[in-house]
Each structure stands twice: as C-alpha cells, then as structure tokens.
Antibody, heavy 118, light 109 residues
Framework: EVQLVESGGGLVQPGGSLRLSCAASGFTFSTYWMHWVRQAPGKGLVWVSRINSDRSSTDYADSVKGRFTISRDNAKNTLYLQMNSLRAEDTAVYYCARAGLPASNDYWGQGTLVTVSS | QSALTQPPSASGSPGQSVTISCTGT?????????VSWYQQHPGKAPKLMIYEVSKRPSGVPDRFSGSKSGNTASLTVSGLQAEDEADYYCYSYAGSNNLFGGGTKLTVL
C-alpha cells in the first residue's frame, strides 16, 4: 500500500525556518517525481515545488523561489522541503504528493500544518 | 504564474449532470494534454479523478469525464450523487511549473 506521511510542521515566527519531511512507503520511491502542494486555511490548492527522481531537476513556484528548497534522500525514501525566511502568507497545510501518472499526482499525504505567526 | 480560472461554485440535483470549466493559456492548459482534476472533501487530502485531460485512474467512477478545447478544460460529473459534493480543482503542467485552478465548490441540491 502506498503511503506518504508528512511531518515537521508547527508554529514558527516570521523570518524563521522549518524543514518538512515526507516518508514514503509501499512503492519504489527512487523512480518517481515528487511534489509539494500547500493549502492556506479556507483557500485553494497551490503548487509549491517538484523534484525529479534522481534529484537532478527541481522547480519552484515564484512565491517561494529563493526561500524554499526541495530535496530527497532515495536511500531513506524521504522527501524534504526546507523553508527559510518564512512569512505569514506561508501559513498552510503542506501536502507531499507522488507524480505517479503523467503530470498528475496519484497519491497524497495527509498534510502537515505550518503556522507562521509571532 | 497565475492560477487557472474556475467558477467558484456549481450545483445540480441528484441524477443531473454538471460541468466545471478551467481556463488557462496557451502556456499551460492549451499547450499540453496534461490537465488533471482533483476532488477534495473537507479536511481530507485531494483525490485524483482525471489525468491527461480525459483518463480516469483505476477506481474512479465513469460518471466523471474530462475534455479540453483550446485553453479551456472541463470536468463533467454525470448522474450526480450526494457524495460528489466537494471542492474540485483543475491542475495543469506548464513547463517549468505546475498550476492549480482556484477551485469549484460543487453542491448537490
């Protein structure tokens, strides 16, 4: 069974940093592109970042470019999102998702809440 | 990187059909056959319903169908059922990034 479990969310002050993790199981993690998607409270889904299977390619939404870094450890079956210089508008539930079908995300984690507030 | 445009709401009675539109540009929706649709119930993670414009993942009822014309993609839900009431989001590959629509709240009357 495919499982994605996010962790690392919490309350952080503006300007602070946080690292999210997404533990994957039930599939060959190293062969899939992976994505981060966020959802502010009461708002819609927003794509954040993606990374290819061998870590050679990463892309970011303009809103997080230069502040967030996506990475992965294929030996540990884990996806990461390093978030620096956090702003109030980064407050959201962050989901990791597997790109198991062409340009679409077939499995999602349950999400982890990041709250940026003083 | 502007979000794709969806109507904020749609509704229909049980058994009826409803179509939700998703408008982008030639750089995203119109430029690739990589539009997907997601269903999200309150407090839950999104669920993939349609990928590559019109393909259904295993387990998704054939009441759900997708299409595209130019820069606009559409999701049609036929034979509406109470459990179809949810938020629906379109999603498109756009080269160096991906884009979601703003979401449509589907109400089953």
């Amino acid at each position: 069974e495919v499982q994605l479990v996010e962790s690392g969310g919490g309350l952080v002050q503006p300007g602070g940093s946080l690292r999210l993790s997404c533990a994957a199981s039930g599939f060959t993690f190293s062969t899939y592109w992976m994505h981060w998607v966020r959802q502010a409270p009461g708002k819609g889904l927003v794509w954040v970042s993606r990374i290819n299977s061998d870590r050679s390619s990463t892309d970011y939404a303009d809103s997080v470019k230069g502040r967030f870094t996506i990475s992965r450890d294929n030996a540990k079956n884990t996806l990461y999102l390093q978030m620096n210089s956090l702003r109030a508008e980064d407050t959201a539930v962050y989901y990791c998702a597997r790109a198991g079908l062409p340009a679409s995300n077939d499995y999602w984690g349950q999400g982890t809440l990041v709250t940026v507030s003083s | 990187q502007s979000a794709l445009t969806q109507p904020p709401s749609a509704s229909g009675s049980p058994g009826q059909s409803v179509t939700i539109s998703c408008t982008g540009t030639s750089s995203d929706v119109g430029g690739y056959n990589y539009v997907s649709w997601y269903q999200q119930h309150p407090g839950k993670a999104p669920k993939l319903m349609i990928y590559e414009v019109s393909k259904r993942p295993s387990g998704v009822p054939d009441r759900f169908s997708g299409s595209k014309s130019g820069n606009t993609a559409s999701l049609t839900v036929s034979g509406l059922q109470a459990e179809d009431e949810a938020d629906y989001y379109c999603y498109s590959y756009a080269g160096s990034n991906n884009l979601f629509g703003g979401g449509t709240k589907l109400t089953v009357l």
